[in-house]
């Protein structure tokens, strides 16, 4: 198990490595001059040239993609200013280190991602094993209706109309916002509690889905009828052997969402003006702010590959075939 571990990682960190190489010469190297971008439109030639230097343009490409690289585990100087480590780059857009505005708008995200993780999982695996439990019944029509409809809804629309409804007209839920926890709990809850149950119907569908199918097909393997055979209760079957053996492609689904969820719930921050890593990403790339759109990437990248090695740790406390093997 602990050489699979050390095996996991660093293929992991190799992934990283070519992800940030990848992502450097695509947002870097691109035809228009980064230091022109950066610079904005009242830019003189004085200040052009500081900001390329500061951001070694005038460097090779190589020595570029060397120092970022080693900012981000040893920090480094962009121009006078010491940027400690992990330096993600400076924003000359908004004139701080880009670190400082993902430290910023990160507890924004993680908000979102803890209302609808809990949420989806919750309503979703649980419509998913009770519409296989009474599979063929009017549950189980109703879950995979409400799964066909809730695939085919957008965010942005649902959205709308869910704000419109209950908060202009019925005036059931305060208006969304973002309040940080700390400041006020019921605030924060109260302005989150649309954007959690917009964002989480389309994972509920995907994982009601995917749960009802899963289980169903571990139902007809071969150790849950031997169980069977054994005289077990069917709810120590459905519980104990079905659904262990079916959480394999959950855990799976779960980790790669919780990835990308974390690198920003873009669609949704933006429809409900949450001052996210979504957010901070459409912004960046309407400023042409390269260091921040970088370094976005490179969190969505980090936190998509560590849930991926997490998972695969998951394996084998699920299942003990994985760890048999």
Not at 99 to 118: Q, R
Not at 161 to 178: E, F, H, I, K, M
């Amino acid at each position: 198990m602990a050489s699979y571990l050390v095996r996991r990682i660093l293929s992991a960190a190799a992934i990283l490595l070519i992800i940030t190489g990848v992502t450097f010469l695509l947002f870097f190297q691109v035809p228009r001059d980064p230091a022109r971008m950066a610079c904005g439109q009242l830019c003189t030639p004085e200040s052009l040239a500081v900001i390329r230097h500061n951001m070694g343009i005038d460097q090779p490409v190589l020595v570029q993609f060397s120092q970022y690289v080693s900012g981000i585990f040893v920090g480094r100087n962009i121009g006078d200013t010491p940027c400690p480590a992990p330096c993600l780059g400076y924003s000359y857009v908004n004139q701080q280190p880009v670190l400082d505005l993902i430290a910023a708008k990160f507890p924004a995200t993680l908000s979102v991602v803890v209302g609808v993780v809990a949420i989806f999982l919750t309503v979703g695996v649980g419509a998913g094993m009770l519409a296989a439990w009474r599979r063929g019944t009017w549950i189980d029509k109703v879950v995979s209706a409400f799964a066909l409809v809730g695939a085919a809804v957008q965010i942005y629309w649902l959205g709308i109309v869910a704000t419109y409804l209950l908060v202009d007209q019925s005036q059931l839920l305060p208006r969304p916002q973002y309040i940080p926890f700390a400041e006020d709990p019921a605030g924060w809850f109260g302005g989150l509690i649309l954007p959690w149950a917009v964002c989480a119907v389309i994972y509920i569908a995907t994982y009601s889905r995917y749960t009802r199918s899963s289980v169903i097909d571990t139902l007809g393997e071969e150790f849950v009828r031997t169980a069977r055979a054994k005289g077990l209760p069917q709810r120590i079957v459905f519980f104990k052997y079905a659904f262990r053996g079916a959480l394999t492609p959950i855990v799976t689904l779960l980790g790669l969402d919780l990835g990308v969820l974390l690198g920003g719930a873009l669609i949704t921050e933006t429809t409900f003006n949450i001052p996210g890593m979504g957010q901070l990403a459409v912004k960046s790339v309407t400023e042409q702010d390269l260091p921040s759109m970088m370094a976005v990437t490179l969190v969505a990248a980090t936190a998509l590959v560590l849930f991926t090695v997490v998972v695969d740790i998951a394996y084998a406390l699920i299942d003990p075939r994985v760890r048999a093997s």
